[in-house]
């Protein structure tokens, strides 16, 4: 242990995936229950600055997590998450922003984002000579990795829009594509010699679309395809789930070697 240095973020495990996945669908119904339900969007009675206000709510949100989590001298479970949660939440409604009130669309919506993911990495990479997320322990990284979470949130919430709408898989075709995307990065990680990082951050970005379709799956009428389940209380079984989670599966942090391991 006297050689590695202790991030803080989590270790890459199955339980990491499960909550990312229940975080990223709350994100999309958290962020849809402010906008279209509390702000009314989607009806006769819409706010006409809606995705505005709540992209605002959620990114002061999201800023106050950051920096708490940037202040904290180490790991916490819960405080990491929630900042996950925040970084989602307003990942769903600056995509529908985007998309909707500035008119891009989802095609248009998706590829901006991906080219700010990319160029945010590339920043990353530069700047660190690595973008893997065991080395985020210092107040620069962890901000490389928050504004590419939050590229990354805000992306796969266009993907996943564009999958369900205009590719017109639906919602639940959408997740099967995203479904069988993941298993192709899984058996890539246990069958290849494929950089381990880069599979990594394929794996982050699908699992944000994954859960927008599973969100609108839960939440969108059944002549729609969905369940018809209202948003609120989407929110309040995912949240209440992802709580369970973080509190049954074993929490650590990741680790990456010391300078003076990496130099002998």
């Not at 564009?162 to 192709?184: E, H, K, N, P, R």
Request: with cysteine; net charge neutral; aromatic share 12%.
């Amino acid at each position: 242990m006297d050689d590695k240095i202790l991030s803080k973020v989590p270790a890459i495990t199955l339980g990491f995936w499960i909550i990312k996945i229940a975080a990223t669908t709350l994100g999309e119904t958290g962020g849809d229950a402010v906008t279209m339900t509390w702000l009314g969007e989607t009806t006769a009675q819409a706010n006409p600055n809606g995705y505005l206000i709540g992209t605002a709510i959620f990114a002061a949100l999201l800023f106050a997590f950051v920096i708490f989590q940037i202040a904290a001298k180490k790991f916490h479970p819960f405080l990491y998450w929630a900042t996950i949660i925040a970084s989602t939440t307003a990942g769903t409604t600056m995509a529908d922003f985007a998309d909707r009130s500035l008119g891009i669309g989802y095609t248009g919506g998706s590829s901006v984002l991906l080219a700010c993911v990319l160029v945010s990495l590339l920043a990353w990479y530069f700047a660190e000579g690595t973008v893997s997320v065991d080395t985020v322990n210092t107040p620069r990284v962890e901000v490389f990795y928050w504004i590419t979470i939050t590229f990354s949130q805000t992306l796969g919430t266009a993907l996943g829009d564009w999958m369900a709408d205009t590719s017109g898989f639906g919602y639940l075709g959408g997740a099967l594509v995203f479904l069988s995307a993941l298993a192709i990065v899984a058996a890539a990680y246990y069958l290849t010699n494929v950089s381990r990082v880069l599979l990594f951050w394929t794996a982050f970005i699908l699992t944000r679309p994954l859960g927008a379709t599973v969100g609108d799956f839960f939440d969108k009428p059944l002549n729609h395809g969905g369940l018809n389940i209202s948003r609120p209380l989407a929110s309040l079984i995912i949240g209440a789930f992802i709580v369970v989670c973080v509190l049954i599966i074993p929490q650590r942090p990741g680790m990456h070697p010391s300078r003076h391991a990496e130099a002998s």
